[in-house]
């Protein structure tokens, strides 16, 4: 398996603008895990899935960001509108099972708003 | 709150043995976890405990867990250039994983 993907890997945008985060799970896996990681507050997690439906997004920052999954081989985490303070690198996980089981991390997707 | 701390770094020569610690707040936390992350990859998973063990030895890694103080530590024996990243802890709680803050091991010739 490749394990998980995102796409980009980086994205550098305006301030105001759309954007819009790509994640492909390891085939099988049920949980899907949105993380963000900044220096100032390190790793946070902000929304989960477990089956494609969204368990816990009690870490999503506010109205701008959003996350669907519509199949399970598929989400995306977008935001809109994009604010300089957003700037971090998101990263993406899949497990087999819940917290019982190993997070695989993708390689992430750095995010720069100007 | 769900807090997991750890300090932010640690610098060690090559050869000696690391000690990287953290202290968790949920008791019930059923499984304890180091991840390691490298400059410009992702986390990826070390090594865990389960909640009823004391220490879990891997090769040279070796894990302690202290329930009572809720305090976890890995020791890396002989530690490597190739060692120095970021280290972290989790804890389980329900089906998340809450990270620590991270510890920068640096190793030094």
């Known amino acids: 398996d490749a394990g998980v993907i995102q796409s980009p890997r980086h994205e550098v945008t305006e301030m105001g603008q759309e954007v819009t985060l790509r994640c492909k799970p390891i085939s099988g896996h049920d949980y899907l895990f949105w993380y963000r990681q900044t220096m100032m507050r390190g790793l946070e997690l902000l929304i989960y899935?477990?089956?494609?439906?969204?368990?816990?997004d009690s870490g999503m920052p506010e109205d701008r960001f959003s996350a669907k999954m519509p199949n399970a081989s598929f989400s995306t985490l977008k935001i809109q509108p994009s604010e300089p303070r957003d700037s971090a690198v998101y990263f993406c996980a899949s497990s087999l099972k819940g917290s019982t089981d190993t997070q695989y991390f993708g390689p992430g997707t750095r995010l720069t708003v100007l | 709150g769900e807090d997991v701390e750890q300090s932010l770094f640690l610098s060690v020569r090559e050869g000696d043995s690391s000690v990287i610690n953290c202290t968790y707040t949920d008791s019930s936390s059923t499984y304890l976890y180091w991840y390691k992350q490298e400059p410009g990859a992702g986390l990826q998973l070390l090594t865990y405990?389960?909640?009823?063990?004391d220490m879990k030895q891997d090769q040279r890694l070796t894990v302690l867990l202290n329930k009572k103080d809720k305090h976890l530590s890995l020791r890396i024996a002989d530690t490597q250039t190739g060692d120095s990243a970021i280290y972290f802890c989790?804890?389980?709680?329900?089906?998340?994983?809450?990270f620590g803050t991270g510890t920068r091991l640096q190793v030094f010739p």
């Open positions: 405990i389960f909640s009823n063990m």
């Open positions: 989790a804890e389980s709680i329900d089906d998340k994983l809450i």
């Open positions: 899935f477990n089956n494609n439906v969204p368990i816990d």
